[in-house]
T-cell receptor, first 114, second 112 residues
Framework: DVKVTQSSRYLVKRTGEKVFLECVQDMDHENMFWYRQDPGLGLRLIYFSYDVKMKEKGDIPEGYSVSREKKERFSLILESASTNQTSMYLC?????????????FGQGTRLTVV | RKEVEQDPGPFNVPEGATVAFNCTYSNSASQSFFWYRQDCRKEPKLLMSVYSSGNEDGRFTAQLNRASQYISLLIRDSKLSDSATYLCVVTSNSGGYQKVTFGIGTKLQVIP
């Protein structure tokens, strides 16, 4: 079975802190994604990566950056956390660039910024 | 206009009922279509892909209408365990790579 693992289920951080959310997949997938999910807004794409050291902005990249130094790991960085970044963050991976394959999700990280 | 639009519901239906969800998409060049299911406080998981000719998996039927740019999901003989949020997913080309866009999700509550 494909496994996508996010480093934390729950995080509480202070405003202004630098926050790292880690995601690891074990199936050699090319594509990896970071989404945030908020009530009434659904899943919104923050960043995605189709290869090591490659990244593309999604719909809401402001306030975030990403890093993909190894194929299996995709990190989301909140440079200076703010209260409006309180959300559920979901990482996903999929096999190919073609986009016609299933995306597998991690269990999510519920981040609260106080 | 949102790229993918869904009625968020909730749809409250009795056990045994048939329920249908629609999802519209704005990009006529969209290439692949899926329905995902998300249980409360869980991650989304693939329910089924949607093919041009329509496809069925047990009580679930998915259809694609490219001319009108919508996809649908039909659930027959609803079970309590079908209660979840159903996410419509559309992929399209974005600078040579595929962009995956989720709808807001439609919440289904099956009641005894």
């Amino acid at each position: 079975d494909v496994k996508v693992t996010q480093s934390s289920r729950y995080l509480v951080k202070r405003t202004g802190e630098k926050v790292f959310l880690e995601c690891v997949q074990d199936m050699d997938h090319e594509n990896m994604f970071w989404y945030r999910q908020d009530p009434g807004l659904g899943l919104r794409l923050i960043y995605f990566s189709y290869d090591v050291k490659m990244k593309e902005k999604g719909d809401i990249p402001e306030g975030y950056s990403v890093s993909r130094e190894k194929k299996e790991r995709f990190s989301l960085i909140l440079e200076s956390a703010s209260t409006n970044q309180t959300s559920m963050y979901l990482c996903a991976s999929s096999i190919s660039k073609r986009g016609n394959t299933e995306a597998f999700f991690g269990q999510g990280t519920r981040l609260t910024v106080v | 206009r949102k790229e993918v639009e869904q009625d968020p519901g909730p749809f409250n239906v009795p056990e045994g009922a048939t329920v249908a969800f629609n999802c519209t998409y704005s990009n006529s060049a969209s290439q692949s279509f899926f329905w995902y299911r998300q249980d409360c406080r869980k991650e989304p998981k693939l329910l089924m892909s949607v093919y041009s000719s329509g496809n069925e998996d047990g009580r679930f039927t998915a259809q694609l209408n490219r001319a009108s740019q919508y996809i649908s999901l039909l659930i027959r003989d609803s079970k309590l365990s079908d209660s979840a949020t159903y996410l419509c997913v559309v992929t399209s080309n974005s600078g040579g790579y595929q962009k995956v866009t989720f709808g807001i999700g439609t919440k289904l509550q099956v009641i005894p």
